[in-house]
């Protein structure tokens, strides 16, 4: 085989199932297709539970770190704006944006225009800064179970950015060959790891009850730091955003509702019931497990190189059931951290594609998966190297990309309140967006790792989307046509002798407009028929937008004049699509007129990117000649 049929084979297995449908898109977040059975909400919520429920096996030993004695109060901070702060925003979420869209969806629904758009953009910058170190501190903090259990080799300790670096590849290729059955593993993953932690967390809980010294130690050690109790709320209330990402996993947990069976009411009541449940559980889980580590585990194990650090409940596991059951748990911790990972993954995968290519902000090959997920994996290889596969060191990334996405759908869902006039639950909302601004506000000060990585992904993003817009500038963005009846008379008519479009602006539209228009293309094109004279007006929409739907009126102005009427995002591509659809539709190559568009071709140029017009006729023969190669079939384009 040849150099370029490698290529060419490469190129083929790299774009395989290319499709402008994020929902065709493998993994845990794609919608449910038309072979794919539907499941129960229960067992959907363990799709998105591998992202939620991981995160104890972090969580507890970071809270240790952040809030030190006062972890348990810290974390019921957490606990009450989880049941009192995100689960009411994502309920909104689920009944308003039911197929998958997410908040990020309601968003564009609510900002149009350029503003919305940019204002997605950034919110896709905070995502893939969620999603990627997602992958990233799940996958360290699978290394440091690894590394502390008994029975990992001495001479492999000390390479914990290898070992992290060969899960995130491992994560990788599996996503490279396909993705399936994901909602089978996910269950079977939960059910296992959460009955491990119950055993972990309720013998934990007995030697607590048991031992009431250690309570005596631990609440007297409280006393000693803080002081007065009023104080210890205060301390544990300005702490609390530093376990902020002990909220992750609600944003996934909206991704997955077209799994769920049924009609779209029992799908909505059903992703409420996956939030409620998952937040119910995970929020015992939080309290438990943040009382015993406290209680029974050494403040210097919590610290960088202790054997507690990253990895708390495993910690006991080990101290309190044996080694054989600690590597049980721990077995168990690194798969499901792992496949957090391949959440994530999924969750990447199915964003991307949803977004920048329907915005016409992403280049081709952002509709296959491989390709994306051979970015997503360099990525988090650099982020792995970055971070030195430290756990502690990427939570502060990790906690301001899933804040800044809970407070953006905060946002939405009261700006839908909002629109729908519900004044008490838009000043609900508003106190909870105010809540999580503020959280956000303080992580990001506090550690402001996180807004920089961001920064960075936004960067690349609007970049990538800059530079995709204008290489795309030349494309079709018509997906579909339709005409009424009153345009297909003409088009019956015409197509019977010639089609001769004039391609007009519209302005007062009275009479001598029309004839005026006339007189000036017969005088530029030496024109002597007037019969087969069509005008075609183009209505800019919002020229934000990339794909479109072209629906043609056909109307007769002041008796005489035959006007065809569409509403698009850019005057070039409508006329485009609507000149070759003619000519399919009429088996005859239309011709149309144009005036030259006066001004600096530059600055006319960029009119056309940002506003949908400007150098409309060269565009438009432009766009016909990329998509017909055939000169002898393309429709004839004059100016004058």
Known sequence: MTVAEHRSTLREWLLQGISDRAGQHEGPHAEAGEHEKPHSWWKVMCLTGVDYFSTLGYQPGIAALAAGVLSPLATLVLVAVTLLGALPVYRRVAADSPHGEGSIAMLVRLLSFWKGKLFVLVLLGFAATDFIITITL?????????????????????????????????????????????????????????????????????????????????????????????????????????LALGLSGFETGVAVMPHIKGN?????????????????????????????????????????????NGRALAYLAHENLGSVFGSVYDISTIAILWFAGASAMAGLLNLVPRYLPKFGMAPSWARAVRPLVLVFTGTAFLITWIFDADVDAQGGA????????????????????????????TWAFAAITAIFAYTTVANVVERPDGVKIAGCFILAILVVSLLSRIFRAFELRVTRIDADHVAQGFLTELGKRQIRLIANEPDRRDAAEYSNKIAQIIADNDMTDQ??????????????????????????????YRVLTVASSSVPSALAALLLWMRDTTHRRPHIYFEWTEGNPVANFARYLIFGQGEVAPVTREMIRQAEPDRKRRPHVHVG
């Open 531 to 560: 019969a087969d004279i069509l005008f075609v007006e183009v209505t800019v929409t919002d020229a934000s937008d990339f794909e479109t739907e072209l629906h043609v009126h056909g109307e007769v102005l002041h008796h005489r």
């Open 138 to 242: 799940s996958a360290a903090d699978a290394t440091a179970h690894i590394d502390e259990n008994p029975f990992w080799p001495q001479a492999w300790h000390g390479h914990e950015v290898l070992v992290t670096l060969l899960l995130v590849a491992l994560l990788g290729g599996v996503f490279l060959k396909g993705f399936t059955e994901a909602i089978g593993i996910a269950v079977a993953l939960v059910g296992v790891y959460l009955a491990l932690n119950v055993i972990v967390v309720g013998e934990a809980l007995w030697e607590v009850l048991t031992n009431p010294a250690r309570v005596t130690d631990w609440t007297g050690a409280m006393t000693t730091a803080h002081g007065s109790p009023l104080a210890m709320v205060g301390i544990a209330l300005l702490v609390f955003p530093k």
């Open 264 to 308: 779209l009411e029992q799908r909505i009541r059903g992703g409420k019931q996956l939030l409620t449940t998952a937040a119910a559980i995970m929020s015992v889980f939080l309290i438990t497990s943040s009382v015993v580590t406290t209680v029974l585990i050494p403040e210097r194990e919590f610290q960088p190189g202790g054997q507690a």
């Open 398 to 425: 990790y906690a301001t990309g899933v804040l800044v996405l809970i407070t953006s759908a905060a946002t939405a869902v009261t700006l839908s309140a909002r629109r729908r006039r519900q004044r008490g639950r």
